[in-house]
T-cell receptor
Framework: DTAVSQTPKYLVTQMGNDKSIKCEQN?????MYWYKQDSKKFLKIMFS???????INETVPNRFSPKSPDKAHLNLHINSLELGDSAVYFC??????????????FGAGSRLTVL | GENVEQHPSTLSVQEGDSAVIKCTYS??????FPWYKQELGKRPQLIID?????GEKKDQRIAVTLNKTAKHFSLHITETQPEDSAVYFC?????????????FGIGTKLQVIP
């Protein structure tokens, strides 16, 4: 039973297109995240939601818009895709609440390639 | 904001030798320090973590040490095996309420040579 699942696993698209990545967790966690991992493997946080409320919004172009319909889902929509958006996008969740409870459970990643 | 520096970026060791990865953090309010392992093509997974009120923690062949005064922490892997080959990320975390922001280091690619 997959704890954090994201779809699609691979996404190849042209510059200028709009695409979405979906994420769902069945762990009952309160907090969900989107991380971007570039070709150099650096993991950078993009967004975080706690109980459907946006709590972390790093310096990300406003072409990226997260949406959390409920605390088990966090989707990422990207408008007007650019070459530099090519990366692996990881969804993650955590229980939160106190120091040490912030163990991140990652999804398998969605590899986005913009041509 | 928090800044986590990690080194080395790459590390090659012979099977059976020890490997050490070091990280420093900037924000003295950080209170939780996890380490994640990412095998090739897979997701990062927690391997060990330490809280700010503990100086050292060990789990079989891996151990983590924390020096709060110097704001640095290290991962030690003893008796390395080929399956230890992966990218290792340190991280620092702080916060309150229902969430904590986790800042990752740049990662260390560990290669264990059989």
């Amino acid at each position: 039973d997959t704890a954090v699942s994201q779809t699609p696993k691979y996404l190849v698209t042209q510059m200028g297109n709009d695409k979405s990545i979906k994420c769902e967790q069945n762990l009952g966690h309160d907090t969900m995240y989107w991380y971007k991992q570039d070709s150099k493997k650096f993991l950078k946080i993009m967004f975080s939601y706690n109980n459907k409320e946006l709590i972390i919004n790093e310096t990300v172009p406003n072409r990226f818009s997260p949406k959390s319909p409920d605390k088990a889902h966090l989707n990422l929509h990207i408008n007007s895709l650019e070459l530099g958006d090519s990366a692996v996008y990881f969804c993650a969740s955590s229980q939160g609440g106190w120091a040490g409870a912030n163990v991140l459970t990652f999804g398998a990643g969605s590899r986005l390639t913009v041509l | 904001g928090e800044n986590v520096e990690q080194h080395p970026s790459t590390l090659s060791v012979q099977e059976g030798d020890s490997a050490v990865i070091k990280c420093t953090y900037s924000d003295s309010a950080s209170n939780y320090f996890p380490w994640y392992k990412q095998e090739l093509g897979k997701r990062p997974q927690l391997i060990i973590d330490i809280r700010s009120n503990v100086g050292e923690k060990k789990d079989q062949r891996i151990a983590v040490t924390l020096n709060k005064t110097a704001k640095h922490f290290s991962l030690h892997i003893t008796e390395t095996q080929p399956e230890d080959s992966a990218v290792y990320f340190c991280a620092a975390s702080k916060g309150s309420g229902g969430y904590q922001k986790v800042t990752f280091g740049i990662g260390t690619k560990l290669q264990v040579i059989p």
